[in-house]
């Protein structure tokens, strides 16, 4: 347990500060990192989370609603965070951009804004509690390791968008740092409400459900968004191809 607080609070709050560090020019390595870190989401969920969510659970149709609740509140939340938590940084491209003032936001909008991640935070969180309720196959590391790659980069993203709200990186870190307890906050949470048994063991499986609906809307999202106008990009394709065979890999070994 005290592991996976510390990498899901320090992988962010780290990345976060990257920016005083990493030039604005150096977005492309980051966005094939953004590809890899999708592409792994998308194949652990794929090939680990469901599978086991279904195995020995009764409600099939309900875990399935879940899935497709979670992928359409990804959606919501994605309408108040521009896209964040999958690496969006055009808030901050659009100061050179004068047709499109519509995309500049008032420094109100950096709390919605860090709410909405928070919301999707504190739910990915909670997908690592309790291992042991979904059986000897159920992997929280493998799942950990999503997190944290897609963490990474929604951190850089979210310091860059608010450095440009807010007009200076000081003033962003505070947000930063809330952005970092809310998934460690959310694993403790859910963790004591499972000890506590308020939370069901079937409760639990259908907010894992939830989480995977969420996870496959932002993996297949930043895969799709990797490639505009659908042109074939041999590196990042290879890329994806790369991060989902380390979910097949792990899910095979482990």
Do not use: W
């Amino acid at each position: 347990m005290t592991t996976k607080l510390l990498v899901l609070f320090f992988t962010p709050l780290l990345s976060g500060l990257l920016i005083y560090l990493i030039p604005a020019g150096k977005v492309k390595s980051f966005r094939l990192l953004l590809v890899f870190a999708g592409a792994y989401l998308f194949g652990i969920t794929v090939v680990h989370i469901l599978p086991e969510l279904y195995r020995g659970n009764g409600n099939v149709e309900l875990i399935g609603l879940f899935v497709l609740s979670g992928f359409f509140l990804q959606q919501v939340l994605e309408h108040f965070t521009s896209g964040v938590e999958h690496g969006h940084i055009h808030l901050h491209e659009s100061k050179h951009d004068h047709g499109h003032s519509h995309h500049h936001h008032q420094p109100v909008s950096a709390f919605v804004l860090l709410m909405a991640l928070c919301v999707h935070a504190f739910l990915e969180g909670a997908m690592l509690a309790q291992p042991a309720h979904m059986g000897f196959h159920y992997d929280a590391n493998a799942i950990l390791l999503g997190i944290a790659l897609h963490r990474a980069p929604a951190a850089f993203a979210l310091m860059t968008v608010l450095t440009f709200q807010l007009q200076a990186r000081n003033k962003a870190i505070p947000h930063l740092v809330v952005f970092s307890i809310a998934a460690p906050l959310g694993l403790l949470i859910s963790s004591y409400l499972v000890q506590a048994e308020l939370l069901t063991q079937s409760g639990l499986v259908l907010l894992y459900a939830l989480v995977s609906g969420n996870f496959l809307h932002i993996s297949t999202t930043i895969v799709f968004e990797s490639s505009p106008e659908h042109r074939f990009n041999a590196r990042k394709l290879t890329v994806a191809i790369l991060g989902a065979l380390l979910a097949v890999a792990i899910e095979y070994t482990l």
